[in-house]
T-cell receptor, first 116, second 114 residues
Framework: GAGVSQSPSNKVTEKGKDVELRCDPISGHTALYWYRQRLGQGLEFLIY????????KSGLPSDRFSAERTGESVSTLTIQRTQQEDSAVYLCASSLKVAGATGELFFGEGSRLTVL | GDSVTQMEGPVTLSEEAFLTINCTYTATGYPSLFWYVQYPGEGLQLLLK?????DKGSNKGFEATYRKETTSFHLEKGSVQVSDSAVYFC?????????????FGAGTRLFVKA
C-alpha cells in the first residue's frame, strides 16, 4: 500500500484479555517501530525491528508485551493480560535503511486501545 | 543516552502571531533533527527536517535551524493560522544498530484563535 496501515483502528477489551495489534509498513521499508502514546502525552518508544530482528526491545514495559515481524513485512504487537494502564494509542512507523537515509519515519494512524 | 526536551504547552496564540516552540537535544552521535506534527484526529506526519549542523528545514511557512553549538532546533513561524492548531513534536534520529532510532520530545500543543 501507499502508507503504513494499522489494524484495528479501535479496540475495546476487558481487563485480563489478550490483544493483538497489526502493522503493515510501506513496501521496501526495512525498519519498523512501535510507539505508545497515552492521552495527552508524548511518544514512548517500545520496540524497533530491522528486518525481522529486534535489536532494541528496551522500551517494552513488561513481559506482557511482545512483538514479532515476518521478514520485512507485517509486524504484530501482542499485549497479554491487559491492564487499564495499557489504554493508549499504539503507533507504528516505518523507515528506509539505505545509505544516506536520514531516518525519517512514516506513521500509521494508530490503534486506539481501551481496556475496561 | 539521547534525549529531546521541548517547551511545555499548551501555547495559545492569535491568528497572525509569531510562533516559537523551543527544542533542545542531547546526543552522542550526529543526529538528524525533525519536527513532526499531529493535527486533530490525524496521524503524525513529518513537518520538516535538518540533517546536519547549520541546515535549515522549512515547510508550510515553518522553519527550524540545526544549531550544534546550542544543541537546539527551535520551530518558528512568522504568522500562524487557525489551521496550524496541532501538537508539534521535536525528534532526533541517530544511527543505531544498522538503522536509525528516533526519540521524541513530549510534544507541544498549539491553539490558534481566530
Amino acid at each position: 500500500g501507499a502508507g503504513v496501515s494499522q489494524s484495528p483502528s479501535n479496540k475495546v477489551t476487558e481487563k485480563g484479555k489478550d490483544v493483538e495489534l497489526r502493522c503493515d509498513p510501506i513496501s521496501g521499508h526495512t525498519a519498523l517501530y512501535w510507539y505508545r502514546q497515552r492521552l495527552g502525552q508524548g511518544l514512548e518508544f517500545l520496540i524497533y525491528f530491522q528486518g525481522n530482528s529486534a535489536p532494541d526491545k528496551s522500551g517494552l514495559p513488561s513481559d506482557r508485551f511482545s512483538a514479532e515481524r515476518t521478514g520485512e513485512s507485517v509486524s504484530t504487537l501482542t499485549i497479554q493480560r491487559t491492564q487499564q494502564e495499557d489504554s493508549a494509542v499504539y503507533l507504528c512507523a516505518s523507515s528506509l535503511k539505505v545509505a544516506g537515509a536520514t531516518g525519517e519515519l512514516f506513521f500509521g494512524e494508530g490503534s486506539r486501545l481501551t481496556v475496561l | 543516552g539521547d534525549s529531546v526536551t521541548q517547551m511545555e504547552g499548551p501555547v495559545t496564540l492569535s491568528e497572525e502571531a509569531f510562533l516559537t516552540i523551543n527544542c533542545t537535544y542531547t546526543a552522542t552521535g550526529y543526529p538528524s533533527l525533525f519536527w513532526y506534527v499531529q493535527y486533530p484526529g490525524e496521524g503524525l506526519q513529518l513537518l520538516l527536517k535538518a540533517t546536519k549542523a547549520d541546515d535549515k528545514g522549512s515547510n508550510k511557512g515553518f522553519e527550524a535551524t540545526y544549531r550544534k553549538e546550542t544543541t537546539s532546533f527551535h520551530l518558528e513561524k512568522g504568522s500562524v493560522q487557525v489551521s496550524d492548531s496541532a501538537v508539534y513534536f521535536c525528534a532526533l534520529s541517530d544511527r543505531y544498530t544498522g538503522g536509525f532510532k528516533t526519540i521524541f520530545g513530549a510534544g507541544t500543543r498549539l491553539f490558534v484563535k481566530a
